[in-house]
């Protein structure tokens, strides 16, 4: 199936007309935060449009994006004279409201507006990898309906060829000359080519888009299952929220896990798509599994066709042609539905109807990178801009999006004077110009509706969830891994395992850590050396692999770096002890059990490879060729494998202690998640919850699948600190080789922040900023990596009351170059990771 481009405007440009355009161009230039100004040669530019242009010193060629056209206005201070022209128009482009998105992402987020569109583009689609032009004929707008006037004048055989190309059905034109002479029965394709040369036919170019790999998307079939029945609970959230389609507004869809929350954006969707607008579905990188796409891709016409019915995926494992095709097939309108991960939240899909964001609390949708996005909240404010409502969902919302649709607003303050619009998507306001919800007469209300799916669909039922002391465990002795210090099996959990496999079940083990062994230290105490990377502040983790000397290597986790397995400590030269048990390990563990190793799969991003690797396993183990699936968090989410009786959580803990304050939200949606895939077929599910803090309140209440609970409990503690969601927070990293200097820049970075708050503008009177002065400027401290690749991190954490102070402080320090993201300087607004 190939999908349409226009064909592209070509060399023969028309003289300059004296437009200009603005473009931000691929760099990461913070100096021209509108773009810089060009000559356009031609009068139909368009908004969104890649080009190239000349830049800097020797005029090198620059990609960049067409972000504003015009006449005299944008030259500003400019001279016509020195305005140099765009080099070349490139045929790929982003629509209209992707670059409006664009300008408040890069004020948002920090970063230079060239590179949140360059991000927005893949560079599949750049480079324009797979694009193919067909050489075709169709009949020229000219030629005479009638045969009759050409008669004497054409050769028999044209004659013939041409009465054949009129009886031809309305479909079949344009085609291919060859494939056009086959089907008329020619022998050659020269009578066509005299039809060309008489004005009778006429060539044209067909752009489309082919990958060797297209089969990618077709594999996600094989999930007809029939159309449900909705529950009440189901049909009053889709009720809610189709009667809002056409306008701007956020859906918190809270249902625990197997309610149902899939079959309600379907139908919010089918609504949407019936209405004639087309819809985004993101989905957390991991939980696009050949499942959940194949839901939508059964549901809304499979591969994208003619009809303008289809589904694009797009995920981390396309080819670069296929995500080019895919992404062309969303840009042309062949397909109205687009599924994706993270990025897709920029796919250029026209005249959105509904974006849902499924598993919004999940952590994937953050980019680490620049720009330091986070996907749900971009998704909010692209519903803003293309005025269509957005629809989150999850089991173990985000605090953020909680407090957003259970807490009204406080009393609203007096506007603030100089910020502009500071509505943010994620939390704070969501106001703007646009914005229904900017009206300030409204009573007091919830930013977000709340729609809850309280039960499991049919008769299923929540697993019951034990936990597990492992103190108490290891007291009963016979770990698994006989009783070695660190066996992660205790066992309840063994007898468990045991018990579900011989009734014929299915078990999910989750384990967080990667690898066979998470330190390697000298076995003597009294020597205590441990081994490190040499470039980072971490531990070297054993990874065991039977085709390398010393059976394996070890390897760092974050910066990649590895090196052969030490077989002795270096220092005094005794032996090594290898501690903190991975999943590699416990796999071993677990055969050692005597659990046959063709029924065991592990999971993690050392075994599985490629997206592949990954929809392979989890065919096998719906096949039940696997019994036991071992894995971090790639086997806790979206499975829905109905004989999965049994899920065990080796450690509770992994996520619990690590110095963020969001410690305790993660591991409580960790274990209600991975506990969510027990029981959703006939048989009940039973959840084991090993941990060594058995009283822990996120592993209590998750064990209840108590959420609301736990949200209560957790906001009352983050308004008592003035932790976020009850702030809004940004992060300021800086880096360097040299630890003073990473220092000194985030000292500078720090004083400047503290100077605006502390400053005029902090005054309590009418000419202040209110709020200003409730600021706090926190570090500079390390990280608690203090290096990574040799570079060392120093962070200043700045917390604001809400997004509009927080962004008037950043704006303030970027426009007087004291704040600029760069290689030194990270800086990330709504921080997920704290490390
Ligand atoms: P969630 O996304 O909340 O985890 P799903 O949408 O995956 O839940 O639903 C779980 C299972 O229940 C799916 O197999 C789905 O087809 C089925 N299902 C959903 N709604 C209904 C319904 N109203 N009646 C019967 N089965 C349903
Ligand atoms: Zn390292
Ligand atoms: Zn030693």
């Not at 991991?286 to 797009?314: H, M, N, S, Y």
């Not at 397909?335 to 952590?363: C, K, M, T, Y």
């Not at 985030?746 to 503008?761: D, H, N």
Request: charged fraction near 20%; proline fraction near 7%.
């Amino acid at each position: 199936m190939d999908s349409l481009f226009p064909t592209s405007p070509s060399d023969a440009a028309p003289p300059a007309t004296g437009r200009y355009a603005r473009i931000a161009v691929e760099r990461g230039l913070d100096s021209a935060p509108e773009g810089l100004t060009y000559a356009s040669p031609w009068p139909d530019l368009e908004v969104g449009e890649r080009v190239e242009v000349p830049l800097g010193r020797g005029d090198r060629r620059t990609g960049g994006i067409v972000v504003a056209v015009g006449g005299d206005e944008l030259l500003g201070a400019l001279k016509p004279r020195g305005i140099k022209p765009i080099a070349n128009r490139v045929g790929a482009k982003l629509p209209e409201p992707l670059v409006r998105l664009a300008l408040w992402m890069a004020e948002y987020y920090v970063c230079p507006l060239g590179m949140v569109l360059a991000g927005m583009m893949p560079s599949a689609v750049k480079h324009r990898v797979g694009r193919h032009v067909e050489k075709l004929v169709e009949v020229s707008p000219d030629a005479p309906a009638a045969d009759e006037e050409f008669k004497p004048r054409l050769p028999e055989a044209t004659l013939e060829a041409w009465k054949g190309i009129l009886a031809l059905d309305a479909g079949a034109m344009p085609a291919e000359p060859r494939a056009l002479a086959i089907r008329l029965g020619l022998a050659s394709i020269g009578p066509i080519n005299r039809l060309v040369a008489r004005g009778l036919l006429r060539r044209v170019e067909r752009e489309s888009v082919r990958s060797r790999s297209q089969a990618a998307s077709l594999e996600f079939l094989g999930n007809t299952a029939p159309r449900p029945e909705l529950n009440p609970a189901q049909a009053a959230a889709v009720g809610g929220i189709s009667s809002t389609l056409g306008s701007f507004g956020v859906h918190l869809l809270f249902g625990v896990t197997g309610s149902g929350k899939t079959e309600v954006y379907l139908r919010v969707i089918e609504h949407a798509l019936a209405a004639g607008r087309s819809a985004l579905v993101l989905v957390p990188e991991i939980a696009l599994t050949p499942q959940t796409a194949g839901r939508f891709l059964d549901r809304f016409g499979g591969v994208a066709g003619a009809a303008g019915r289809g589904v694009a995926v797009l995920h981390s494992g396309l080819s670069a042609g296929e995500r080019h095709r895919q992404w062309a097939m969303a840009a042309g309108g062949l397909a109205r539905v687009v599924v994706g991960v993270r990025s897709a939240v920029f796919a250029p899909i026209a005249n959105l109807g509904v974006i849902v964001v499924d598993e919004e609390h999940d952590s994937s949708f953050k980019q680490d990178q620049l720009p330091r996005y986070h996907g749900r909240d971009v998704a909010i404010k692209r519903a803003q801009v293309e005025a269509c409502p957005v629809v989150l969902g999850s089991a173990t919302p985000s605090l953020e999006s909680w407090s957003n649709a259970t807490h009204t607003d406080p009393p609203t303050p007096p506007p603030l004077r100089i910020l502009g619009n500071g509505g943010s998507p994620g939390g704070g306001r969501v106001s703007g110009p646009n914005s229904p919800n900017s009206v300030d007469s409204h009573p007091p209300r919830a930013k977000y509706r709340l729609w809850r799916l309280p039960d499991r669909v049919g008769a299923g039922r929540l697993p019951e969830v034990r936990i597990v002391d492992m103190s108490e465990e290891r007291r009963k002795g016979v770990l698994m891994g006989e009783g070695r210090v660190g066996a992660m099996i205790g066992p309840t959990l063994s007898g468990a395992l045991r018990d579900t496999l011989a009734v014929g079940g299915q078990a999910i083990l989750l384990l967080n850590r990667r690898g066979y062994a998470t330190h390697i230290c000298c076995a003597s105490p009294a020597c205590g050396w441990t081994l490190l990377c040499h470039a980072c502040d971490a531990a070297l983790v054993l990874h065991k692999s039977a085709n390398l000397p010393r059976g394996g290597v070890v390897r760092c986790h974050h910066c990649l770096g590895e090196q052969l397995v030490p077989d002795r400590c270096p220092v005094c030269s005794r032996a090594l002890s290898r501690l903190g048990t991975g999943t590699q390990r416990v796999e071993e563990d677990l055969s050692a059990m005597g659990l046959d190793a063709g029924s065991l799969l592990r999971v993690d991003s050392d075994s599985m490879e490629t997206a592949r690797d990954y929809f392979d396993a989890l065919s096998r183990f719906s096949r039940g060729d696997i019994r036991v699936l071992l894995g971090t968090q790639m086997v806790a989410k979206g499975l829905d494998f109905p004989n999965v009786r049994l899920v065990g959580v080796l450690s509770g803990d992994t996520s619990l202690h690590v110095p963020d304050f969001r410690a305790g939200e993660r591991t409580f949606q960790l274990i209600c998640q991975v506990a969510g895939r027990a029981g959703r077929g006939e048989h009940a599910g039973l959840v084991i919850v090993q941990t060594m803090s058995p009283r822990e309140p996120a592993i209590v209440l998750a064990s209840h699948h108590d959420y609301e609970s736990f949200a209560r409990a957790e906001l009352a503690t983050r308004v008592a600190c003035g932790l976020p969601p009850a702030t809004r927070m940004a992060r300021v990293v800086t880096r360097d080789e040299d630890h003073a200097a990473a220092l000194q820049h985030a000292q500078r970075v720090a004083t400047a922040m503290r100077e605006l708050v502390e400053g005029p503008e902090s005054r309590a009177d009418a000419t202040g900023v209110p709020g200003l002065s409730s600021v706090v400027v926190m570090g500079p401290v390390d990280c608690a990596v203090g290096r990574i690749a040799g570079q060392y991190r120093v962070a200043v954490e700045v917390l604001a009351p809400t997004a509009g102070i927080l962004r008037h402080l950043l704006s303030a320090l970027r426009s007087d170059k004291l704040l600029k993201s760069d290689a030194h300087t990270a800086v990330d607004v709504d921080p997920v990771s704290l490390m």
